[in-house]
């Protein structure tokens, strides 16, 4: 992952953390922590994972680096624990469980979830942490794969502002801007509302492509032209080309984004907001998924259309 050493750091006291969770994302997050001086323990479900972790960042900063084979080892020594799993059952299990974090972290400790996950799950455990007398900061990301590698993820964080404040300036390891924007749950909401703004960018984006191909007009050409207008958007100047190259391998896949989608909807059910666009885009992902496109990129949408 040459990418990741393309990181400038910020000085920052060195602390012990734990990583929990070695996906696409969690991964190269974990090795940022490494790189920028901080000595890493980390935990992934598939013990290999957490080898080849080792393997590529066990010397980087301090090198005070190990894995653990539980949740509860790997949070034991910790600081913070940073955690990015797949779904609420995943947290659940990494945090209650019979080996979860929560029954190793040290008094006062902060647990920072970047999951995309239900606002009403972060609330859940943001209470059983303080119980246990923890502190919990829901810390979803976005920018995707590409964001992860290069330490330049967006972080939206719901939680007290003062666990925030601990966990802030180490999160900036693997962020461009990491900001509290809430109590409990306030993380998780505001990646909702990015997810919204997503969906429907990227079926208008599908639409003009496709349209401009059917008119027979150069498209990239097109998409330069209006990249420097109105119609600018991060979606255009990243996916636009792809798209209409027929590349779909960006990172961000179909079946995760419909998870999420059905987090929105979910919690639009509870909150009374009307999502008409946003559940229409989630029925033509799961046209996509029927394509035999879970695991393209969310750009796929413009395959419903040729």
Not at 25 to 47: D, E, F, I, K, Q
Not at 142 to 155: D, K, R, W
Not at 240 to 267: H, P, Q
Request: with cysteine.
């Amino acid at each position: 992952m040459s990418s990741t050493n393309a990181k400038t750091y910020e000085s920052t006291p060195s602390v012990s953390v734990a990583f929990l969770g070695l996906g696409v994302m969690g991964y190269p997050m974990a090795g940022h922590l490494a790189l920028a001086g901080h000595s890493v323990t980390v935990y992934n479900r598939t013990a290999a994972k957490s080898q080849a972790w080792l393997a590529e960042f066990g010397s980087a900063g301090t090198g005070a680096h190990s894995h653990a084979l539980t949740p509860t080892l790997a949070a034991q020594h910790a600081d913070i624990v940073f955690c990015c799993v797949g779904n609420d059952d995943d947290l659940r299990s990494v945090t209650l469980g019979a080996d979860g974090a929560f029954a190793g972290m040290r008094p006062g400790a902060v647990f920072v979830d970047h999951t995309t996950a239900s606002a009403s799950i972060a609330r859940e455990l943001a209470a059983a942490a303080k119980r246990s007398g923890l502190e919990f900061v829901d810390a979803p990301v976005s920018g995707g794969q590409a964001g992860a590698q290069n330490g330049m993820l967006t972080v939206m964080c719901g939680g007290d502002a003062a666990a925030f404040a601990r966990a802030q300036p180490v999160g900036m390891a693997f962020s461009r801007a990491f900001t509290l924007l809430g109590d409990s749950g306030a993380g998780q909401l505001a990646k909702m509302v990015n997810q919204i703004c997503i969906a429907g960018l990227v079926q208008g984006l599908s639409e003009a492509v496709a349209f401009g191909q059917r008119a027979g007009l150069d498209m990239n050409q097109v998409l330069d032209v209006i990249g420097k207008g109105a119609a600018q958007s991060w979606q255009l100047d990243n996916r636009g080309k792809t798209m209409v190259a027929d590349k779909f391998d960006f990172g961000f896949a179909v079946d995760w984004m419909r998870k999420d989608l059905g987090l929105v909807l979910d919690e639009a059910k509870r909150n009374g907001a009307r999502l008409p666009v946003t559940a229409l885009v989630d029925q033509f992902y799961a046209d996509v998924q029927q394509m035999g496109g879970k695991r393209w990129d969310t750009s796929s949408l413009i395959k419903r259309l040729k």
